[in-house]
């Protein structure tokens, strides 16, 4: 096959694209702590003649690359910054220098590969309108998404639809998939506190209200919430995160306070309500059936997020551009994992797309959130490809250019 200009110009920089990866997943930050990481993409934007702005939102940085054909249109590009507070084991050369924090979700490579996109299209740009590429803080839990709308994200740099790519361990490496509608859920935390009259549990159990009691009864009713409460074909998830209470060095002691909480994940706003009101239902009522008392608090997380078909099939339309339309699921699986890029596409209509992150002949792979996880750095490439795609199809020329 001949390989286009393009192809060319991705041989000539994987190796210092790789260089770049390797040296953001050295030096991981957590959410709103990404200064060198920021001031690493600036520099490089800057270096590379792109307009940005920085402290977008804490720690955010946008580059905006107005085309050199006419046009009004305006998009934006999202890739997430942050790392996790994970202690790394793969001994790599790179590996984290920063103990407790590691880039353990591939943040490091979707920076990497909107920052080369960013090169192409500020060497090419033979476009019409603008593109702004957000870089984004705090994705995981720290309200990075939020942040840059409350900085006024939209009103300073208007996109018409917006963008997002998140590799994906388990599918193969470079192939892409996305869905219309409901993608991934909206993630939840909730938290019940149960209080109650301690005692002797050996010699006096019968004087104590027993929170122990309540709180079991309630484990077992949560899942009565999605069993009774939910209808068969709508998703919900109710999962126990943790359980505090009483010591092991007193196990005789039946606990005056019980601690209990975990997630709660929906896709439709009505669902996420129910659920909302019903586990504070549940946990008043059983409180009341074993003589004790509850506070029920539920703290919303990210937004489900929602695909919109316009920008979906121009998802799928530039992934296929890139890898061949055999290479890329237009109807993949929703799962209930979640992301805050969904807050952004409650104002603006998007899609999410997810790239192959590789896996074993055996069929093993190392996932996000562990500690052996590790970006494939081969496909590079093909995240660049596919962010040029995305512009070729929004903006209305094709960037690869002519065969060299």
Same mark, same amino acid.
């Given at each position: 096959?001949?390989?286009? @200009?393009?192809?060319?110009?991705?041989?000539?920089?994987?190796?210092?694209?790789?260089?770049?990866?390797? &040296?953001?997943?050295?030096?991981?930050?957590?959410?709103?702590?990404?200064? @060198?990481?920021?001031?690493?993409?600036?520099?490089?934007?800057?270096?590379?003649?792109?307009?940005?702005?920085?402290?977008?939102?804490?720690?955010?940085?946008?580059?905006?690359i107005?085309?050199?054909?006419?046009?009004?249109?305006?998009?934006?590009?999202?890739?997430d910054?942050?790392?996790?507070?994970?202690?790394?084991?793969?001994?790599?050369?790179?590996? /984290?220098?920063?103990?407790?924090?590691?880039?353990?979700?591939?943040?490091?490579?979707?920076?990497?590969?909107?920052?080369?996109?960013?090169?192409?299209?500020?060497?090419?740009?033979?476009?019409?309108?603008?593109?702004?590429?957000?870089?984004?803080?705090?994705?995981?839990?720290?309200?990075?998404?939020?942040?840059?709308?409350? &900085?006024?994200?939209?009103?300073?740099?208007p996109?018409?639809?917006?963008?997002? !790519?998140?590799?994906?361990?388990?599918?193969?490496?470079?192939?892409?998939?996305?869905?219309?509608?409901?993608?991934?859920?909206?993630?939840? /935390?909730?938290?019940?506190?149960?209080?109650?009259?301690?005692?002797?549990?050996? /010699?006096?159990?019968?004087?104590?209200?027993d929170?122990?009691?309540?709180?079991a009864?309630?484990?077992?009713?949560?899942?009565?919430?999605?069993?009774?409460?939910?209808?068969?074909? &709508?998703?919900?998830?109710?999962?126990?995160?943790y359980?505090?209470?009483?010591s092991?060095e007193?196990?005789? =002691?039946?606990?005056?306070?019980?601690?209990?909480?975990?997630?709660?994940?929906?896709?439709?706003?009505?669902?996420?309500?129910?659920?909302?009101?019903?586990?504070?239902?549940?946990?008043?009522?059983?409180?009341?059936?074993?003589?004790?008392?509850?506070?029920?608090?539920?703290?919303?997380?990210?937004?489900? !997020?929602?695909?919109?078909?316009?920008? =979906?099939?121009?998802?799928?339309?530039?992934?296929?551009?890139?890898?061949?339309?055999?290479?890329?699921?237009?109807?993949?699986?929703?799962?209930?994992?979640?992301?805050?890029?969904?807050?952004?596409?409650?104002?603006?209509?998007?899609?999410?797309?997810?790239?192959?992150?590789?896996?074993?002949?055996?069929?093993?792979?190392?996932?996000?959130?562990?500690? !052996?996880?590790?970006?494939?750095?081969?496909?590079?490439?093909?995240?660049?490809?596919?962010?040029?795609?995305? =512009?070729s199809?929004?903006?209305?020329? &094709?960037?690869?250019?002519?065969?060299?």
């Amino acid at each position: 096959m001949t390989k286009t @200009r393009f192809d060319i110009w991705l041989d000539q920089h994987h190796a210092e694209f790789t260089a770049i990866r390797r &040296d953001i997943h050295a030096h991981p930050e957590l959410g709103l702590e990404e200064h @060198r990481t920021a001031a690493l993409v600036a520099n490089k934007l800057r270096e590379w003649g792109v307009e940005v702005t920085e402290g977008v939102g804490g720690t955010g940085v946008v580059g905006v690359i107005r085309g050199r054909r006419p046009g009004q249109g305006a998009i934006g590009l999202r890739a997430d910054m942050d790392a996790l507070a994970l202690i790394e084991e793969t001994g790599l050369p790179y590996a /984290s220098q920063n103990p407790g924090r590691m880039h353990a979700c591939g943040h490091d490579g979707h920076t990497t590969m909107l920052l080369g996109a960013a090169r192409y299209l500020a060497e090419n740009p033979d476009f019409a309108g603008s593109v702004n590429l957000i870089f984004q803080p705090a994705e995981e839990g720290r309200g990075g998404a939020l942040a840059m709308l409350k &900085d006024g994200l939209f009103a300073r740099f208007p996109c018409d639809a917006i963008y997002g !790519l998140h590799n994906s361990p388990g599918m193969p490496a470079s192939s892409f998939g996305t869905c219309n509608g409901p993608m991934l859920a909206a993630a939840d /935390s909730w938290q019940v506190i149960f209080r109650g009259v301690g005692g002797h549990g050996g /010699s006096q159990p019968h004087l104590s209200t027993d929170i122990t009691y309540a709180q079991a009864h309630f484990v077992l009713g949560l899942q009565g919430i999605i069993g009774r409460n939910v209808a068969p074909l &709508d998703t919900v998830v109710i999962s126990v995160g943790y359980v505090h209470a009483g010591s092991a060095e007193a196990s005789n =002691v039946i606990p005056a306070e019980l601690v209990i909480g975990g997630t709660a994940r929906t896709y439709a706003p009505e669902i996420r309500d129910l659920v909302e009101r019903r586990i504070a239902e549940l946990a008043a009522a059983t409180a009341q059936a074993w003589g004790c008392t509850a506070e029920a608090s539920y703290r919303r997380g990210p937004s489900a !997020l929602r695909n919109q078909p316009d920008q =979906v099939a121009t998802a799928v339309a530039a992934a296929s551009a890139s890898v061949g339309a055999v290479n890329v699921n237009g109807a993949i699986r929703p799962g209930t994992g979640a992301e805050d890029f969904a807050e952004m596409m409650q104002i603006k209509p998007g899609a999410f797309m997810r790239i192959g992150n590789g896996v074993a002949a055996d069929g093993s792979f190392k996932g996000l959130h562990t500690p !052996l996880f590790d970006f494939n750095d081969e496909i590079i490439p093909d995240g660049i490809r596919y962010w040029v795609n995305i =512009v070729s199809e929004e903006l209305g020329e &094709d960037l690869r250019a002519a065969a060299a």
